[in-house]
């Protein structure tokens, strides 16, 4: 296990512009990747999967946005070998266009009443397509902030993509929200789903003109040119000498990731179908919260710098226990203002457990097999966690009709990462400060 390599301070002009890169095109990806989770609840379900029951469909959906997670190591693994053996910039500017091709695929696809079964098989081919994108563009966004972050910064400026996982979640939303609250009945299910996909080629265009411009750290230029003895093949490398760690990181995101992905995705059908809201109230309510969501993640990335990356992960994590066992409850009462409440602290506290991630992982491998063993421990915790959520949550709910059932998932999961973080072991130094301060607790 290996600190993140000293390099010489990056200039301020380099990093902001490293970070600006991967937040942009991080917002982008995760759009395309989020707009798919709010159709899948929302009308997937009767457009590609009819003739059978409600919770059936859905559940068909959201085995469709499954795939995803399933296709996202695939596309950790390859990009992250070529990552670390050509560089972060080709394989980011990969993902982005794999990314863009396959969303804009979907909003062009016709359903089932149109092509048969040709229509689900081929909505599952995209969504692996998908899922091969975002899996290569977490472990390079994150590597082209870090990398490029000036001394005692990194956790901060690693923030930068993490912060681009919830603004692509809040672009998803409001785009979203007009087309449910103002489109005449059936359009939104006849036509308007669409729309956010096709508008996908013009944020993908915005994204890759931004990301053609970043320039690889001179630490990785460094490892790369360096003589090695190592295997040719980083995962191998990792798989290896480093597995325990992967497994361990994958560990600690696996709650992050999945109560994520039902407090984003499931909870729209929740509120919907058993609380009696609207689409639109769902919709508003995930939309306010993100701007927390959001703060979590810079606060925390924030006080990893000062404090250490395990500290503010553990204390996190613990609290992420508290909320995940409040979260339904609250949700319960249906009333509006308890409701924001349980989405904004959930929001909060999944981003105080996600700031710090990024340079964590980064700091956890060396730079010559970094992008594959930080993609790799990324992916791992997402197909456990983000890739399962929704549908053990719908099976649960069906199986239980109440939902203590979920909560008692969110809070297994919750302590599973944090019986994760607290058996990893951080190395010394394991993060820098302006002050060069040494990691607690490793």
């Not at 053609?212 to 490892?223: I, Q, V």
């Amino acid at each position: 296990m290996t600190v993140l390599d000293a390099t010489p301070q990056a200039s301020a002009v380099a990093a902001r512009k490293a970070a600006l890169g991967s937040f942009v095109g991080t917002a982008i990806e995760w759009y395309d990747f989020f707009i798919y989770g709010t159709a899948a609840a929302l009308v997937l379900g009767p457009q590609f999967f009819p003739g059978t029951s409600e919770v059936a469909g859905t559940l068909a959906a959201f085995a469709t946005l499954a795939v995803g997670f399933i296709a996202r190591p695939i596309g950790g693994m390859v990009m992250g070998h070529f990552g670390d053996r050509v560089g972060r910039k080709s394989m980011l500017v990969t993902s982005l266009l794999l990314m863009g091709f396959a969303t804009v695929a979907i909003g062009l696809l016709p359903n089932y009443a149109s092509i048969g079964v040709a229509a689900p098989i081929l909505l599952v081919a995209l969504r692996f397509v998908q899922g091969l994108g975002v899996g290569g563009e977490w472990g390079g966004a994150v590597l082209v902030a870090t990398e490029n972050a000036p001394a005692g910064k990194r956790g901060l400026y690693g923030a930068a993509p993490q912060i681009g996982v919830p603004a692509g979640v809040l672009i998803a939303n409001l785009v979203y929200l007009p087309l449910t609250a103002f489109l005449p009945d059936g359009a939104f299910e006849a036509w308007g789903w669409r729309v956010p996909f096709l508008a996908s080629a013009v944020l993908v265009f915005v994204a890759m003109w931004i990301r053609l411009g970043l320039e690889e750290s001179a630490e990785f230029r460094a490892a790369k040119d360096a003589p090695t003895t190592e295997h040719k093949l980083p995962i191998i490398e990792v798989l290896t000498q480093h597995w325990k760690t992967v497994l361990l990181a994958g560990g600690t995101f696996i709650a992050t990731n999945g109560i994520a992905y039902a407090y984003m995705v499931y909870v729209l059908k929740y509120g919907e179908k058993t609380l009696g809201f609207s689409n639109t109230t769902m919709l508003m309510l995930l939309i306010g919260s993100c701007p927390f969501w959001m703060a979590g993640m810079a606060y925390a990335a924030w006080r990893s710098d000062l404090v250490g990356r395990r500290t503010v992960y553990i204390r996190s994590s613990s609290a992420l226990v508290v909320a995940a066992a409040l979260f339904f409850p609250l949700m319960d009462t249906a009333v509006l203002p308890v409701m924001f409440v349980a989405m904004l602290g959930l929001g909060f506290t999944l981003g105080c457990c996600a700031g710090p991630q990024s340079a964590l992982f980064a700091e956890l491998f060396p730079a010559q097999i970094r992008y594959s063993g930080a993609s790799l421990g990324y992916q791992i915790g997402a197909i456990l966690g983000g890739g399962l959520a929704p549908m053990i949550a719908t099976s649960l709910f069906a199986a239980t009709g109440t939902s203590l059932s979920i909560t008692g998932y969110f809070v297994l999961i919750a302590l599973i990462s944090l019986v994760s973080i607290l058996l990893l072991r951080v190395p010394s130094a394991g993060h820098t400060t302006v002050h060069n301060s040494v990691e607690e607790g490793a």
